[in-house]
């Protein structure tokens, strides 16, 4: 144990697998107590099970680390308000939060579900909320505020091909992690996102596979910092973390303008926009056109 955490108590989202299981971990070893959730399901949602995150539990335990189990569904807004409390009141205080739990539901947008939207958009997003609102009260009366952590993805800037509900979780827990920065900044409290790459089942899913990859253990490290004195000031602030690289992303921005006296007609518009304005190539074109060329080339 290194104490990099040590007196902290945080409490962490889909802890029983994958990255999630590996950021509890490390917290623990890092000195914090964790209350590890996990609904125990299967990669689309189904199937719960309270096992995963009662073994982590025995992990932390076995390496005389401290921690508690809740296997509740995190898109129930008593989930999130249970796993806070639950915190207080084994622990004390509720020092940092992390979403981690997550789903997938594989499918172009043509053929989707509103269930299969639902379900995503209800674990990732509305996950991030139950757990963002209920630690925020909390914190933001306690001495030394607190620190959010939502967990991303590239495609949640980027988009993606048949994962159109994923995306869109993704993409809104980064403008939910930047109004939580701005609206909670004078409680002392941080908010920030990670978008992770690593060998989990969630990334064997992947169609084509991903381009970099890591393992659980090589995410964990930058999340214990977030959740660390040592990153007080970094706030609404997304890092792509896969591997031995850990990069940041930009604050969008509006690239070029044009302007008229009065309104635009469509006319103007049409004969102005393309010279003036224009587009912004989108990166994940590129990317596929990539994987495409490679395909064929393997294929030739
Ligand atoms: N693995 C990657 O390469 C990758 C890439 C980008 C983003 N992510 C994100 O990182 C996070 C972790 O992914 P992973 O690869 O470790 O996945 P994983 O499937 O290994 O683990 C996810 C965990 O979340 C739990 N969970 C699911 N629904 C839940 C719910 N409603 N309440 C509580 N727990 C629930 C599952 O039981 C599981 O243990 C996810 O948010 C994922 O979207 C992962």
């Given amino acids: 144990m290194s104490g990099f955490l040590e007196g902290k108590v945080v409490a962490i989202t ?5 990255i999630g299981r590996a950021v509890a971990l490390a917290c623990a070893a890092e000195g914090a107590k964790v209350v590890v959730n996990d609904y125990g399901v299967s990669i689309d949602g189904s199937e719960p099970s309270s096992e995963v995150a009662d073994a982590v539990v025995r992990e932390i335990e076995q390496a005389s680390g401290s921690a508690i189990a809740v296997a509740d569904d995190i898109s129930q807004m008593a989930a999130g308000e249970r796993l806070v409390s639950v915190a207080v009141e084994q622990y004390g205080r509720i020092d940092g939060v992390v979403t981690i739990a997550g789903i997938l539901r594989e499918r172009m947008l043509f053929n989707m579900s509103e269930e299969e939207w639902d379900a995503v958009i209800a674990t990732h997003l509305k996950g991030t909320f139950t757990v963002f609102r209920a630690a925020a009260a909390v914190m933001r009366k306690q001495p030394g505020g607190g620190s959010l ?13 048949a994962q159109a509900n994923y995306a869109a979780a993704k993409g809104g827990i980064v403008a939910l992690v930047r109004s939580a920065a701005i609206g909670l900044q004078k409680y002392g409290i941080t908010a920030n996102a990670v978008a992770p790459v690593a060998n989990t089942r969630m990334a064997a899913n992947v169609p084509g596979g991903t381009a970099e990859t890591g393992e659980p253990e090589d995410v964990a490290p930058m999340v214990v910092y977030l959740l660390s004195d040592a990153a007080r000031e970094i706030t609404g602030q997304t890092y792509t973390v896969v591997g031995g690289r850990v990069a940041l992303w930009s604050q969008p921005r509006e690239v070029r303008e044009m302007v008229t006296d009065g309104r635009w007609t469509p006319a103007d518009i049409a004969a102005r926009l393309p010279a003036e304005v224009g587009t912004d190539r989108m990166p994940m074109l590129d990317y596929i056109e990539a994987m495409q060329a490679r395909a064929a080339a393997a294929g030739s």
């Fill in 14 to 18: 889909g802890a029983g697998r994958g």
């Fill in 149 to 161: 952590v939502g967990f991303t993805s590239g495609v949640g800037m980027w988009g993606s091909v």
